[in-house]
């Protein structure tokens, strides 16, 4: 009796563990996926974004950027465009870190790829495509319903500390593409939301067309009501024009600015 | 009495800038906070516009840059003025009056860039400055060429640039003894770059604006590498009248905050001296700091050492002003200085400033007996500054257009 039962349990764990297993490859699955959609590993892409900053209580800045990104080698590099005050500055990514370059004082300065972008609540780093199979692993999913999109949620923990955010939540519509992302700190504090609700093909991948953050730390109350700080980032005229490798390098970036 | 109301005061504006508010909103960092603001995008989904497919535009947006706008013409208009008061010299115990001063300052930049490309592989680019100061002698008449350059491009493979030119090395924000390159506004230079090579190496031959033969040439050359997320740099500058200079910089990010160090050393007539700057930078959304310890050995082997520290708060308790404070110490001879300012956009391009300068020690050290930013532009054109004060304020207003 006692080895029948002892058998029995040994068969519940085996099942248990084979289906958490499949549970994890298909999450590893699903998260290839959604890196996939957005990757360009075989050229690169060039596109404007326009990023427009609104302050709790109403003050906007726009800032408009030039983007070239290779995906193959993990680099990009951004160009200011407006506002006149920042035109000329630059930022270089080569793997996790960062070259700022600054016209006025001719310097460059090599810090994290994880600072604000222009001050706003768009990351230096969110200008990467996505690498979530790299840095993360999912340890729950669920099935929600997004506005007019069925999802899975999948909820995300880091696997290095390369990353902004140790925790992520995403909804992942039916054909792979992220609509909604929860950035959360590792205490589990949220600390920002990314609402991607369209995209845009170009070639065989995807790019958003648009998308809008809110910064859960930057917050006031107005008129009895929290209004949160709330960035809205338009990507337009997307172009896969492969690019000279000088391009991805300090000496471009210090030869183009004005 | 005039007094010096740029640089300073410039700095201590862009640490404000750089600053971050100390609060973050109590409304935040609570479970009640996270849930009512969880959903708070979720009506964007509710009748989104459908995803779509574009065409490749093919579009060059280095065009954007390189030639889209054949010429270009930008610039700024900088005008400050303001009132300062305090204490020039300490008080005697029998007349605290004593020592009192009071000044009134004006200042006023134009700077005119030019910036050609007639091609994606050449340009031309020249940035011309006037200042205006009314209580000096002189006025606009004070005309400069600050920059006056060309680029040419051979084969996207090597850059060169020709003409008159600032470069900067090394990487200390308030101490610069890594700037092997100080002072190369002033040469007429060429550089070659290679972009691609490591990651991006210069050689450098400079003279100065008087030629006085093969001797007043420098030489210079530096590579730059990143490896395993860690910068390393180094450079050489030879010149047979300033000796031979190296300089290796090392730079990191370790947990969220930039770590860097720079050294260098200096052989001139068979005698070596020895300087360094190792400092850190720390960002978090509302606030910024900066460290940095100086250090140089002269060739006697005396130990002149040095350690500052800025801090900068931005919207300081959910105001539009922004706090920044900045400290030197002089390990050395126990002066310092510490300026303290809060600063105001009440318009677009003015920025008030409310701030004041404190130095201690003894009347020959170093922070007492020299202007307390050294490289600060307008201390060029302007004799007596802030510095003077041993204990003020100041009350500052400053318009800039950029165009």
């Avoid at chain 2, 003279?207 to 210079?220: I, K, N, R």
Wanted: net charge negative; aromatic share 12%; glycine share 8%.
């Amino acid at each position: 009796m006692k080895k029948t039962i002892l058998l029995a349990m040994a068969c519940m764990a085996a099942a248990l563990s084979a289906a958490y297993a499949q549970d994890a490859g298909s999450r590893s699955a699903l998260l290839r996926a959604v890196d996939e959609r957005v990757a360009f590993p075989d050229t690169d892409l060039s596109a404007r974004y326009t990023i427009v900053k609104r302050d709790p209580g109403g003050a906007t800045s726009t800032t408009v950027a030039a983007m070239f990104r290779r995906d193959a080698t993990g680099q990009f590099l951004i160009l200011i465009l407006e506002p006149t005050a920042d035109k000329g500055k630059g930022y270089l990514k080569e793997g996790d870190n960062l070259w700022l370059y600054d016209p006025v004082g001719k310097s460059f300065t090599f810090t994290s790829a994880k600072e604000r972008f222009q001050n706003s609540s768009f990351r230096n780093s969110d200008f990467n495509a996505y690498n979530f199979s790299r840095d993360y692993r999912a340890v729950s999913d669920r099935s929600e319903k997004l506005g007019k999109f069925d999802c899975d949620v999948l909820e995300l923990e880091a696997l290095n500390d390369r990353v902004t955010f140790p925790k992520v939540v995403l909804w992942v519509s039916d054909d792979g593409l992220v609509r909604k992302m929860e950035d959360y700190s590792l205490s589990g504090q949220l600390m920002r939301t990314t609402a991607i609700p369209s995209y845009q093909k170009v070639g065989e991948r995807w790019v958003p067309m648009s998308m809008v953050i809110v910064d859960h730390l930057k917050s006031r109350t107005v008129g009895g009501k929290v209004e949160y700080e709330r960035t809205t980032v338009t990507v337009s005229g997307p172009s896969l024009k492969k690019l000279p490798d000088s391009t991805y390098t300090k000496e471009y970036l210090e030869r183009v600015s004005r | 009495m005039s007094f010096r109301i740029g640089r300073p005061l410039a700095i201590v504006l862009v640490l404000a800038a750089l600053a971050s508010a100390a609060a973050q909103e109590a409304a935040t960092g609570t479970a009640e906070a996270d849930e009512a603001s969880a959903g708070v995008l979720d009506d964007l989904f509710d009748e989104p516009a459908a995803d779509t497919v574009v065409a490749d535009t093919g579009e060059d947006y280095r065009e954007t840059y390189v030639t889209a706008e054949k010429v270009a013409l930008g610039g700024s208009f900088y005008a400050l003025g303001g009132v300062a008061g305090g204490y020039v010299l300490w008080p005697t115990e029998d007349d605290w009056t004593s020592g009192l001063d009071r000044s009134l300052g004006a200042y006023a930049k134009t700077t005119l860039t030019l910036d050609a490309r007639p091609s994606s592989i050449a340009r031309v680019r020249a940035s011309f400055v006037s200042t205006f100061m009314p209580t000096s002698s002189a006025a606009w008449p004070r005309f400069s060429i600050s920059e006056l350059y060309g680029d040419y491009a051979i084969a996207e493979t090597v850059f060169a640039r020709l003409g008159q030119f600032t470069s900067v090395w090394g990487q200390g924000r308030l101490f610069a003894p890594g700037d092997l390159m100080s002072g190369s506004g002033s040469y007429f230079s060429l550089r070659a770059s290679v972009p691609t090579l490591l990651d991006g190496v210069s050689f450098y031959a400079m003279t100065p604006v008087t030629m006085a033969g093969y001797q007043s040439l420098a030489y210079a050359a530096k590579a730059d590498l990143v490896l395993a997320g860690t910068y390393l740099s180094g450079g050489v500058r030879y010149r047979e009248a300033e000796g031979l200079r190296g300089l290796v910089s090392v730079k990191r990010v370790a947990f969220g905050t930039d770590l860097m160090a720079d050294a260098t050393v200096r052989w001139l007539e068979d005698a070596a001296s020895w300087s360094g700057v190792a400092g850190f930078f720390r960002e978090w959304d509302d606030l910024k700091l900066y460290g940095e310890y100086y250090w140089a050995v002269d060739a006697a082997g005396a130990l002149d050492h040095k350690a500052a520290l800025a801090v900068g708060f931005n919207n300081i308790a959910d105001t539009p002003l922004d706090l920044g404070v900045k400290a030197r110490h002089s390990l050395s001879d126990g002066s310092g200085i510490v300026v303290a300012a809060v600063t105001w956009s009440p318009w677009r391009y003015v920025t008030a400033t409310v701030g004041a300068p404190f130095i201690y020690g003894g009347d020959d050290g170093y922070y007492v007996s020299h202007s307390y930013d050294d490289e600060d532009e307008d201390t060029r054109v302007q004799a007596q500054g802030l510095q003077d004060y041993r204990l003020g304020a100041f009350v500052t207003l400053a318009l800039k257009i950029p165009f």
